[in-house]
């Protein structure tokens, strides 16, 4: 094997590593927000009723 031939090797694995890296770090990243997104949902859905409580209970008095 000539040397060229080594670098484009060493090449072509560097760049699948990091392709499967990246992915790997994207696929954790859009479910660590995915998971963030649930949370502030749940966090606001469960102060609504709060909030509409006190709306009403200062429309009845």
């Avoid at 479910?31 to 997104?37: K, M, S």
Wanted: proline content about 2%.
């Amino acid at each position: 094997m000539s040397g060229r031939s080594l670098s484009t090797i060493y090449k072509s694995v560097l760049t699948f590593c990091t392709v499967f890296v990246g992915l790997i770090f994207t696929v954790m990243g859009f479910w660590e927000l995915l998971g963030v997104v649930c949370l502030c949902t749940a966090m606001v859905l469960a102060g609504v009723p709060e909030r509409v409580h006190g709306a009403v209970n200062r429309g009845e008095s």
